[in-house]
């Protein structure tokens, strides 16, 4: 067995590439799970204000059939 190779990476600086690598992750994650939340309260909104029309809908249906029965 060789001792001299371990599976543990020696204590080292970051380069600059991974630094930016990094910085650049959380970035572009971070506007991500912006953009998902945002799509999330949009989809939210759209399903509310179709629920609200289709509600109206059904309203004016009945409505409208009823003065016909008269």
């Given at each position: ?15 600059r590439?991974?630094?930016?690598d ?29 629920a ?19």
């Amino acid at each position: 067995m060789n001792l001299s190779i371990t599976p543990f990476a020696p204590n080292r600086k970051p380069t600059r590439a991974e630094i930016t690598d990094r910085a650049a992750r959380e970035i572009i994650n971070a506007k991500r799970d912006v953009k998902r939340q945002q799509t999330a309260r949009l989809r939210a909104a759209r399903l509310k204000r179709e629920a609200v029309e289709r509600s109206t809908q059904m309203k004016t249906a009945e409505s409208s059939q009823r003065e016909m029965a008269r």
